[in-house]
């Protein structure tokens, strides 16, 4: 029998501040297969790391090819290490809650051909997040400027305007102007084609986001205009930057995008700690940590800033700085499937650290919503052992776990997006098509 903290968080319906999804009509007419759908996320990443041949797991998530049976086999013995860890959880769970599978077999991925093909259809990407998932709401980052009404669901689907290619300052200047109509000559022009692209999206975003991490350090300092701009003539020109350049320029823009967000009443999420993939994330490994953040947090003490991903495994730096600067959230998305044990110790000592209002507790971080049905089953499972730990523990009540698991599931994110206004926008830029 559930626990009734248990039954309360399988019944809340979650906000998820993080997904990539791609579009219905791609899933409709170009998504997975059930291979690709059940090993096409972060697992594929560690089926490498257990050993399986790259070239075999390139297969495993060719949807165009027919033969289950070898590109299953080129796998499963990979699979056998590494089912137990938070992505094999995760795709555990899809499996059972998407396709009523508990055990892998061919047999079983045979049988989940027609089930593939019925969630394949119009409507079912909103009733698999909305119904089976049970979501609130799922926030997107596109990688893209314009966050439009997503016609499959507007209230739903809900979009954050990409900034992540100007702090790395390699925007596409030509798509820029076409899309502001501002001629991009100075930073001047720079700084009003900006201002154009929130005047056009920021209504209907949810917020900005930058991923930036990925190309350069987080490490962020107040830039000279003079500096700056010597840099953009260079760029407009079409030379390449250097290293310094290019943190010069990025620097300058990511502020620019700062201003715009707080003008607009939009957060800024950061992706923070452990990169996507692999090979990669060790060879400058210190780049993304979260202590970075500390300047720009105290540059802009009136933007409010949501930390993404935890910052693994640098989580207690993340702890400090949402400690320190008031403006400060913690977002636990994808961090669940990173490594679920290390999360639900994150939660606790996040209890134990900062107020309430602090930590969001999820996102997916997936293109498929399938990937999201087993990533929010897990995050559900693993919120129930951290707060029924602290329950058993004797530092809360249940009727007190209850309060703080709807402040971690629903509450604070409310207090930090405006989804009243982005829905209000929404609406209105849809009545007047």
């Given at each position: 029998?559930k626990?009734n903290?248990a039954?309360?968080?399988?019944?809340t319906?979650?906000?998820?501040?993080?997904e990539?999804?791609h579009?219905e009509?791609?899933y409709v007419?170009?998504?997975p297969d059930?291979?690709?759908?059940?090993?096409g996320?972060?697992i594929?990443?560690e089926?490498?790391m257990?050993?399986a041949?790259?070239d075999?797991v390139?297969?495993l998530?060719?949807?165009?090819?027919?033969?289950?049976?070898?590109?299953w086999?080129?796998v499963?013995?990979a699979?056998?290490?590494?089912q137990?860890t938070g992505y094999g959880e995760?795709?555990?769970?899809?499996a059972?809650?998407v396709?009523?599978?508990d055990?892998f077999?061919?047999?079983a991925?045979?049988?989940a051909?027609q089930?593939?093909?019925?969630?394949?259809?119009?409507?079912?990407?909103l009733?698999?997040l909305?119904?089976?998932?049970?979501?609130?709401?799922?926030?997107i980052?596109d990688f893209a400027w314009a966050?439009l009404p997503?016609?499959?669901?507007?209230?739903?689907?809900l979009?954050?305007?990409s900034w992540?290619a100007?702090?790395?300052?390699?925007?596409d200047?030509e798509a820029l102007e076409?899309?502001?109509?501002?001629a991009?000559?100075?930073?001047?022009?720079l700084?009003?084609?900006?201002?154009e692209?929130?005047a056009?999206y920021?209504p209907m975003a949810?917020?900005i986001?930058?991923?930036h991490?990925?190309?350069r350090t987080?490490?962020w300092e107040?830039?000279?205009?003079?500096?700056?701009?010597r840099?953009?003539?260079?760029f407009l020109?079409?030379?390449?930057?250097?290293?310094a350049?290019r943190?010069?320029?990025?620097?300058?823009?990511?502020?620019?995008?700062?201003?715009q967000?707080?003008?607009?009443?939009?957060p800024?999420k950061i992706h923070?700690g452990?990169?996507a993939?692999?090979?990669?994330f060790?060879?400058?490994?210190?780049r993304?940590?979260a202590?970075?953040l500390a300047?720009?947090?105290a540059?802009?003490?009136?933007?409010?800033?949501?930390?993404m991903?935890?910052a693994?495994?640098?989580?207690?730096e993340?702890?400090?700085?949402?400690?320190?600067f008031?403006r400060a959230y913690?977002?636990?998305c994808w961090a669940?499937?990173i490594?679920p044990?290390?999360?639900v110790?994150?939660?606790?000592?996040?209890?134990?650290?900062?107020?309430?209002?602090?930590l969001?507790?999820f996102?997916?971080d997936?293109?498929w919503p399938?990937e999201?049905?087993?990533?929010?089953?897990?995050?559900?499972h693993?919120?129930?052992?951290?707060l029924q730990?602290?329950?058993?523990d004797?530092?809360i009540s249940e009727p007190q776990a209850?309060?703080?698991?709807t402040?971690?599931?629903?509450?604070?994110q409310?207090?930090?997006?405006?989804l009243d206004r982005?829905?209000?926008?929404i609406?209105s830029?849809?009545?007047e098509i």
């Open positions: 029998m626990t903290i039954q309360y968080i399988e019944d319906p979650l906000i998820d501040t993080h990539h999804l579009k009509d791609h007419n170009n998504g059930v291979l690709a759908d059940l090993f996320m972060y594929g990443d089926l490498l257990a050993g041949p790259f075999n390139v297969r998530l060719d949807s165009r090819d027919p033969d289950l049976e070898a590109r086999s080129g499963e013995s699979w056998q290490l590494c137990h995760a795709v555990r769970s899809m059972s809650l396709y009523d599978i055990e077999s061919l047999d991925f045979a049988g051909a089930r593939n093909r019925e969630i394949r259809q119009p409507g079912e990407r009733k698999l909305r119904e089976v998932a049970n979501l609130d709401h799922v926030q980052d966050c997503d016609q499959s669901g507007p209230d739903f689907f979009y954050d305007l992540a100007f702090a790395n300052a390699n925007f200047v076409r899309e502001t109509g501002t991009v000559t100075d930073l001047k022009t700084k009003k084609a900006a201002a692209l929130f056009r920021g949810v917020a986001k930058s991923q991490a990925y190309e987080l490490a107040p830039r000279d205009d003079a500096d700056a701009e840099v953009l003539q260079k020109s079409g030379s390449s930057l250097n290293q350049e943190l010069c320029l990025g620097d300058w823009c990511l502020a620019i995008g700062i201003e967000a707080v003008e607009h009443n939009l800024i923070t452990l990169l993939g692999h090979g990669q060790f060879t400058e490994p210190d993304t940590r202590a970075h300047p720009l947090l540059h802009f003490p009136q933007a409010a800033f949501v930390l991903h935890i693994y495994p640098y989580s207690d993340l702890i400090a700085l949402a400690k320190h008031p913690i977002d636990m669940w499937s490594n044990r290390h999360a110790e994150f939660v606790r000592r996040a209890l134990h650290g900062l107020p309430l209002n602090k969001f507790v996102g997916g997936c293109v399938t999201v049905v087993g990533f929010a089953a897990q995050a559900r693993w919120l129930t052992v951290a730990s602290e329950i058993d004797g530092f209850i309060q703080i698991a402040r971690m599931m629903q509450t604070n409310r207090s930090v997006f405006d982005t829905r209000s926008a609406a830029f849809k009545s």
